[in-house]
């Protein structure tokens, strides 16, 4: 069973920058699309990025473009979420998920991941 672990996140001022990692000890990252999904204190779950299998394709969520960077580390076995210039409203859980395809036009919608990770905190606050 495919199983997700999350790391890197933490408390940061606004403006500050964290690098999230996604890994799946046992599994090879790359046979996967990996989604970053993120939940507020109160709001529902919601579609951050999201990366192909091979790399060659990202999506981002509006309010995150521009700052935010999905990217794969193959040798590692990892997916990278690097936030950047962060908000306070960026503050919340992260998961990172994994789905067999790549869910072009639904990447967003949590239904299409079939595994996910725990969740890791992310708190923007001076």
């Known amino acids: 069973q495919l199983q997700l672990v999350e790391s890197g996140g933490g408390l940061v001022q606004p403006g500050g920058s964290l690098r999230l990692s996604c890994t799946a000890p046992?599994?090879?990252?790359?046979?996967?699309?990996i989604g970053w999904f993120r939940q507020a204190p109160g709001k529902e779950r919601e579609g951050v990025s999201c990366?192909?299998?091979?790399?060659?394709?990202?999506n981002y969520l509006d309010a995150v473009k521009g700052r935010f960077t999905i990217s794969r580390g193959n040798a590692e076995n990892m997916v990278y979420l690097q936030l950047n210039s962060l908000k306070p409203e960026d503050t919340g859980v992260y998961y990172c998920?994994?789905?067999?395809?790549?869910?072009?036009?639904?990447?967003?919608?949590?239904?299409?991941?079939?595994?996910w990770g725990q969740g890791i905190q992310v708190t923007v606050s001076s």
């Open positions: 046992g599994f090879t990252l790359d046979d996967y699309s």
């Open positions: 998920a994994a789905s067999q395809f790549y869910p072009v036009s639904f990447w967003q919608d949590e239904y299409e991941y079939d595994h």
């Open positions: 990366i192909n299998k091979s790399g060659s394709m990202r």
